[in-house]
């Protein structure tokens, strides 16, 4: 290999290691989803969700220009207000960001 292809590709390694990709299995959160997020997020688009909108659907979270992979695990890794803790483990918590990022309109 010429010596400049090999430093090439070595300079996209770092890229490939940032690309994301989500561990997790958005089936599964679907259905995680339904059981615990659904009584106050809309958790599909169309879908069955609350009787109010006191919380965002999970559709126009996703949308946020400020939702990422990141701030999801972020967010539901602390307690919040309006929030039940639900104190996820790490694959639950991989399945609904999963799930979550997949919901954008
Ligand atoms: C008891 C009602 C309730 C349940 C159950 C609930 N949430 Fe929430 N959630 C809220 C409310 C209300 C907000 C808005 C919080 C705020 O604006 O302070 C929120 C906000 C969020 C946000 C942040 C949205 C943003 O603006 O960035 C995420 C992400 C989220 N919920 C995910 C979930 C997930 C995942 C579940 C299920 C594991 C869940 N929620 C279950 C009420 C709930």
């Known amino acids: ?21 989500e561990p997790g299995d958005p089936g599964a959160g679907k259905q995680l989803a339904a059981t615990w997020c659904a009584n106050c997020h809309r958790i599909a688009p169309g879908g069955p969700g609350p009787a109010s909108d006191i919380a965002p659907s999970f559709a126009a979270i996703a949308a ?4 990422t992979s990141m701030s999801l695990r972020a967010y539901l890794r602390t307690p919040h207000a309006n929030m039940p ?21």
């Not at 946020?64 to 939702?67: A, E, F, N, R, V």
Request: hydrophobic residues 55%; without cysteine.
């Open 1 to 21: 290999m010429r010596p400049w292809l090999l430093a090439l590709s070595l300079a996209m390694l770092p890229g490939l290691a940032l690309a994301q990709i």
């Open 85 to 105: 803790d639900y104190r996820l483990s790490r694959e639950e918590l991989d399945d609904i960001v999963a799930y979550l990022l997949m919901v954008k309109p």
């Open 64 to 67: 946020l220009p400020s939702t």
